[in-house]
């Protein structure tokens, strides 16, 4: 491709042009970068710093456990208990039946 005298002196001036244009953008998507690298590291250390609060459900249900531990002590003995005694009914009643065996020799 030949570039005729004319067309020269028409794109001389207009690359002075496109390089700044160029170099603009590139120092611009540049600053943008170091910009948001930035950001991102001063949310990560507020982010470390800051303490996590629980949501509403999880200070429900602490509350509600807390409040059965300090009403129920001696309730809990009591149900401890009983359910061991059911358990204990109940391993009884399933040895029983497996005890039921018969062995018949042809």
Known sequence: MTVRPIDLQIMMPRTVEVSKTQQYLKE???TQKNLMTVQFQEQLQTAK??????????????????????????????????????????????????NRHIDIKI
């Open 28 to 30: 611009n998507n540049d």
């Open 49 to 98: 710093q800051k303490v996590n609060k629980r949501s509403k459900t999880e200070k429900a249900l602490i509350e509600q456990e807390h409040g059965k531990s300090k009403k129920d002590k001696n309730g809990n003995k009591k149900k401890n208990k009983k359910q061991k005694q059911k358990q204990k009914q109940k391993n009884n009643h399933i040895t029983k039946k497996h």
